[in-house]
């Protein structure tokens, strides 16, 4: 089945610590997304990537970083710099290229917890 | 900048009643119009979207109409179930000057239908 995986489902994160989350897709899409979903809040876009090896900030990337070295692996990595980390995060991609669409398809979400 | 109003929640409705969430858009162009469930504790799906001005995109019994004089997007049901309870996202396609495609999105309305 194609779809987008994200893991793990939950994840704990202590004061200090950098802790990854994974994002991975079979759909062969070009562009990758990450956003930040606050309790009964809309999408906030962290970091996106419309191809690899090229990635830029969104709206709130103070706090994360990014790679996309594969094109089908978007992690993210969020960092002891992020005062504020727990929330669910959302992994999404969109074709590109001569099959291009602006439907965003998403993972399943990572819900992060600081200890 | 582009942006979507979407009208507040929650939406409570009894089982079979008619759903009405309003989306409203800001935008330059003629960007791609969306709307996307979530369900509790799961990532978004996208529900229907429309590319053009008057065109209808319908799944599963909800229809919107993308409306260019009004600059609107609504969301309709005409029999809601219970089954169809969760939040509910209006977006737009957006591009920037540097090529980037991105979504912007409403804050989503909740919407709960009782039996």
């Known amino acids: 089945d194609g779809g987008i995986t994200q893991s793990p489902k939950y994840l704990f994160r202590k004061e200090g610590q950098n802790v990854t989350l994974s994002c991975e897709q079979n759909l062969n899409h070009d562009a990758m997304y990450w956003y930040r979903q606050d309790p009964g809040q809309g999408l906030r876009l962290i970091y996106y990537?419309?191809?690899?090896?090229?990635?830029q900030k969104g709206d709130i990337a103070e706090g994360y970083s990014v790679s996309r070295e594969k094109k089908e692996s978007f992690p993210l990595t969020v960092t002891s710099a992020q005062k504020n980390p727990t929330a669910f995060y959302l992994c999404a991609s969109r074709m590109g290229g001569t099959g291009f669409s602006e439907t965003q398809y998403f993972g399943p979400g990572t819900r992060l917890l600081v200890l | 900048g582009n942006s979507v109003t979407q009208m507040e929640g929650p939406v409570t409705l009894s089982e079979e009643a008619f759903l009405t969430i309003n989306c409203t858009y800001t935008?330059?162009?003629?960007?791609?119009l969306f709307w996307y469930v979530q369900y509790p504790g799961e990532g978004l799906q996208l529900l229907l979207k429309a590319t053009k001005a008057d065109d209808k995109g319908s799944n599963k019994g909800f229809e919107a109409t993308y409306r260019k004089e009004t600059t609107s997007f609504h969301l309709e049901k005409g029999s809601v179930q219970v089954s169809d309870s969760a939040v509910y996202f209006c977006a737009l396609s957006s591009i920037n000057a540097g090529n980037n495609r991105k979504l912007i999105w409403g804050l989503g309305t909740s919407l709960a239908v009782n039996p």
């Open positions: 990537s419309q191809i690899v090896n090229d990635f």
């Open positions: 935008a330059t162009g003629y960007p791609s």
